[in-house]
C-alpha cells in the first residue's frame, strides 16, 4: 500500500472510530434505565387509575421499564420530592408545574390522566337534611383540605368564592394528608373535607359523611371554573433529553391504560382487575362507590392538554393568587405541558369507538 493508500486507511479509521465512540455515548444517553421512580401524592389511589392500570397490566414492564413508587401523604410533598430530585417522574398538580416552571424549575407535564379536580368536597352526614348540596350553607364552618396552596385548597377557595362566600371568614384547617380526612369528619375538626374517592367512600359507609359538591363531574363545577386540567404525570427537561425513548414508552403505556379504562368505562370491576394486586385488595370493598365518584373524569380525556383546559387551568390558577410570583409578562403555559408525547401514543393507540 502507497503512503496515499496508506493516508485514507488511517483517517478511514479514525473516522470509524470517532463514530463508533459518538454512538456510544449516544446509546448511553438515550437507553431506557431499568428502573423509573415516580412519585404519587396520597399513596395509591383510584384517581390514578391510568399509571395503576399500566402497572397492573405490566404496560410499563413490555416496554422496559419497572417502575418505582414512592408514595406521598400529598401533592405538596410528593412535589417537593419530585422537585429536589428524589425521583424521576411525578403524579403532580396542574397549577404546581404552572408555579413550578414559572419560576424557573425545570419541570413539564407530558400526559394528563383525567379532567376534574380529584377531590369530592364531603360534609358531615348530621348536615345533610338541612344543608344538602348547597355550599352557602356551609359559610363560616371549618373547610379542610391538606394543605395550605395545595390543588385541593385551591379548588375549596374557588368553589366558596363562586357562591358569594368570604374565603376569609371561613373555619380552615390544613389537616396534612390523606389518611386525616376521615378522621377530621369523624372527630368534628371539619365539617367539609376534600377527599379522594376512597376516602369519600369509607366516609359513606361509615355513614358520617355524603358527597357536597363533585369537582370530577362537569355539571357540578365547569360553570365555575371551567375545564380544569387533571393531575399530569411529569417529568424534567434534563430527563427528557437524556431519555427520550423512556418518555415516550411511559407515555405510550399511560394511553393504552386509558384506552382500556374507557373500553370498561361502567364496569368498575373489570377496572379493578386490571390494577396492582396489593391495589385490588385493598379497595376490593368498596371500588364500585369510588368508581362511580371518579368515572366522570376519565371519560373525554385523551392524555393530552387541550387549549381549552390550559386556559380555564390558568385563569383559575390567577383567579386564587396561585401565580402571584410568576412574572406574567414573560410566562407562556405552553411551555410546561408537551402535548407530542400524547399525540404520538395516541397516533398509534386509537380510542374506544363511542
Not at 397549577?95 to 364531603?122: P, S, Y
Not at 370530577?216 to 425513548?245: C, D, M, N, S
Request: hydrophobic share 45%.
Amino acid at each position: 500500500m502507497n503512503r496515499f493508500g496508506q493516508l485514507r486507511f488511517s483517517v478511514a479509521c479514525t473516522a470509524l472510530a470517532l463514530a463508533v465512540a459518538s454512538s456510544s455515548v449516544l446509546a448511553q444517553s438515550t437507553a431506557a434505565p431499568q428502573k423509573v421512580s415516580v412519585a404519587f401524592s396520597g399513596g395509591q389511589l383510584t384517581m390514578f387509575a391510568p399509571i395503576l392500570v399500566a402497572m397492573g397490566t405490566k404496560g410499563f414492564e413490555k416496554r422496559g421499564i419497572q417502575i418505582e413508587a414512592q408514595n406521598f401523604g400529598g401533592g405538596v410533598p410528593a412535589f417537593a420530592a419530585f422537585a429536589g430530585g428524589s425521583a424521576d417522574m411525578g403524579i403532580l398538580g396542574s397549577t404546581q408545574i404552572m408555579t413550578a416552571g414559572g419560576t424557573g424549575r425545570d419541570v413539564f407535564g407530558f400526559f394528563n390522566l383525567f379532567h376534574g379536580g380529584a377531590v369530592v368536597f364531603m360534609g358531615h352526614k348530621k348536615y345533610e337534611a338541612a344543608r344538602g348540596k348547597d355550599l352557602k350553607k356551609y359559610d363560616g364552618a371549618n373547610w379542610a383540605y391538606t394543605a395550605e396552596g395545595s390543588v385541593s385548597q385551591i379548588f375549596m377557595e374557588r368553589s366558596a368564592q363562586s357562591v358569594g362566600l368570604n374565603w376569609e371568614k371561613q373555619g380552615r384547617l390544613a389537616v396534612g394528608g390523606v389518611a386525616a380526612f376521615v378522621p377530621s369528619l369523624q372527630t368534628g375538626r371539619a365539617d367539609l373535607v376534600t377527599m379522594d374517592m376512597k376516602s369519600a367512600a369509607q366516609a359513606m359507609k361509615l355513614g358520617i359523611g355524603y358527597p357536597v359538591l363533585n369537582t370530577l363531574e362537569p355539571t357540578q363545577v365547569e360553570h365555575i371554573w371551567g375545564r380544569q386540567l387533571g393531575l399530569p404525570l411529569g417529568t424534567t427537561r434534563a430527563f427528557a433529553a437524556k431519555y427520550p425513548k423512556t418518555v415516550q414508552d411511559m407515555a405510550d403505556a399511560m394511553r393504552e391504560a386509558l384506552v382500556a379504562i374507557q373500553t370498561n368505562i361502567n364496569n368498575p370491576a373489570a377496572i379493578l382487575k386490571m390494577m396492582p394486586a396489593d391495589f385490588q385488595e385493598a379497595n376490593r370493598a368498596d371500588f364500585a362507590e369510588q368508581w362511580e365518584l371518579a368515572k366522570p373524569a376519565f371519560m373525554q380525556t385523551d392524555g393530552t392538554f387541550s387549549d381549552k383546559a390550559l386556559a380555564d387551568t390558568l385563569a383559575m390558577a390567577k383567579a386564587t393568587g396561585v401565580l402571584d410570583k410568576v412574572d406574567m409578562a414573560k410566562y407562556d403555559v405552553n411551555k410546561y405541558f408537551d402535548n407530542s408525547y400524547a399525540r404520538k401514543a395516541i397516533a398509534s393507540i386509537p380510542g374506544p369507538k363511542r
